[in-house]
């Protein structure tokens, strides 16, 4: 079946710009997770939805970022105003449900490079 | 402050050695362990979990040992192949109401040499 989705693959931005990165889960999970990896770092929690309930906002870094999840599928993470900081692969990932044994499978990233 | 630490960047193996790739971690709340692979261009894939009640689980060729005490894990692949060259992850949970926060290290890349 098909994994989970992300587009773009890659995206260049000028300082100062929004982007939104899109993120499609796999089917029938109800728990979608975003994640960023700057250069030489590990993965970083972002934001996680879980069905209807209230989404965990306490990665974002700054109120430059917001996410939404409409209809319990597919996701999207905006930035506002961009900056140079931001450059980094931000991961979606999606499980069955939003338990700590229940296995995160991951997108294969967007790399946002801001110039 | 970084809670899970992969103090060693890169590691070379031959191909049918063993490979142990370490991590350490300071939160003593974390009792869910993971260890991801990840290939260049792709997400990462889920290799292998252990639960804070076990000090070792075993799958195939890959098997990860925990050291509650020592607040350390490892992860060994025998016999090493060339395929098993990648990025390895470690990541760790904390039960109770974010338990689905995974933080994870910084990876180690792993090259396994025919």
């Known amino acids: 079946g098909a994994g989970v989705s992300q587009s773009p693959s890659n995206k260049v931005t000028e300082k100062g710009k929004d982007v939104e990165l899109r993120c499609d889960p796999i089917?029938?999970?109800?728990?979608l997770y975003w994640y960023r990896q700057s250069l030489g770092q590990g993965l970083e929690f972002l934001i996680y939805?879980?069905?209807?309930?209230?989404?965990?906002k306490s990665g974002l870094p700054s109120d430059r970022f917001s996410a939404e999840r409409t209809g319990g599928s597919v996701s999207t993470l905006t930035i506002q105003r961009t900056q140079q900081e931001d450059s980094a692969v931000y991961l979606c990932?999606?499980?069955?449900?939003?338990?700590?044994?229940?296995?995160?499978?991951f997108g294969p990233g967007t790399r946002l490079t801001v110039l | 402050d970084q809670q899970v630490k992969q103090n060693s960047p890169s590691l070379s193996v031959q191909e049918g050695r063993i490979s142990i790739l370490n991590c350490d971690y300071t939160?003593?709340?974390?009792?869910?362990f993971l260890w991801y692979k990840k290939y260049p261009a792709e997400g990462p894939t889920f290799l292998i979990s252990?639960?804070?009640?076990?000090d070792k689980n075993e799958d195939g060729r890959f098997t990860v040992f925990l050291n509650k005490s020592a607040k350390h894990l490892s992860l060994h692949i025998v016999p090493s192949q060339p395929g098993d060259s990648a990025v390895y992850f470690c990541a760790a949970s904390a039960s109770g109401g974010s338990n689905y926060k995974l933080t994870f290290g910084k990876g180690t890349l792993l090259t396994v040499n025919p």
């Open positions: 990932a999606s499980s069955l449900l939003g338990l700590e044994f229940a296995e995160q499978f």
């Open positions: 939160n003593s709340m974390f009792d869910y």
């Open positions: 089917s029938g999970h109800t728990a």
């Open positions: 252990i639960s804070s009640i076990k």
């Open positions: 939805f879980q069905g209807n309930s209230a989404p965990d």
